[in-house]
């Protein structure tokens, strides 16, 4: 059957090219910002964060950078691999006094091409 | 690797029926969540859980929704009167101590893989 709602923004790279996922949020406040992938049929996996008072992290294979003036956030994956199609969310998260608060983006599906 | 994991993978049920949808959190996890995701659209907050109590909740989380932790190790959502726009991928999540685990500092949700909820 047909997928209803189903219009993320798509970004395809070839395997092996690096890929840039943006990310614009909403919430100043926001303690942390957290990239998850999330795959076919499965839950949001963690993939990396970054404190509200850097601008910079890397991972492996991932870097995000934090620009606090204009909101924005963004994910690097250096030399994207078949296994990184997903899609890609950014989430702010609140520490509150009962855990933590996740606000979601709309996601990005990652295409890789062979 | 521990897992958050969740039952049913996929309930489909008549508009006005009750929905139970089960999770059990990583053992050692102290706070509790449940997400959903209706198709194509963002992961939405709808429930933070700990020490038994419900921590905070949004707007989705109305009277017809209820968490509880009945055994210690299970954590359910019921939905006591299902409308068609509860229809969803539910997501369980489970966390340890709040401000730790992720590298840069946040606290790291696992979530489980969901169940999908089909109100006909």
């Known amino acids: 059957g047909e997928s209803v709602g189903l219009h993320l923004p798509t970004l395809s790279v070839q395997e092996g090219d690096n890929s840039i996922i943006n990310c614009a949020y909403s919430n100043s406040a926001s303690d942390y910002f957290i990239w998850y992938k999330q795959e076919s049929g499965k839950g949001p996996q963690f993939i990396i964060d970054i404190r509200s008072n850097m601008d910079k992290r890397q991972g492996q294979r991932v870097t995000v950078l934090l620009n606090k003036t204009v909101k924005h956030l963004s994910l690097q994956i250096a030399a994207t691999q078949p296994g990184d199609s997903a899609v890609y969310f950014c989430a702010e998260n609140i520490l509150t006094g009962g855990g933590n608060k996740l606000t979601f983006g709309t996601g990005t599906q990652l295409k890789v091409e062979l | 690797e521990p897992e958050v994991t969740q039952t049913p993978s996929h309930q489909v049920t008549q508009m006005g029926q009750e929905v139970i949808l089960r999770c059990v959190p990583i053992s050692n996890h102290l706070y509790f969540y449940w997400y959903r995701q209706i198709l194509g659209q963002k992961v939405e907050f709808l429930v933070s859980?700990?020490?038994?109590?419900?921590?905070?909740k949004s707007e989705i989380f109305d009277d017809q929704f209820s968490v509880e932790r009945p055994d210690g190790s299970n954590f359910t959502l019921k939905i006591r009167s299902t409308k068609l726009e509860d229809s969803a991928m539910y997501f369980c999540?489970?966390?340890?101590?709040?401000?730790?685990?992720?590298?840069?500092?946040?606290?790291?949700?696992?979530f489980g893989a969901g169940s999908r909820l089909t109100v006909l």
């Open positions: 859980f700990y020490n038994n109590e419900i921590s905070e």
């Open positions: 999540a489970s966390s340890d101590i709040s401000g730790t685990g992720g590298l840069g500092g946040a606290n790291v949700l696992t």
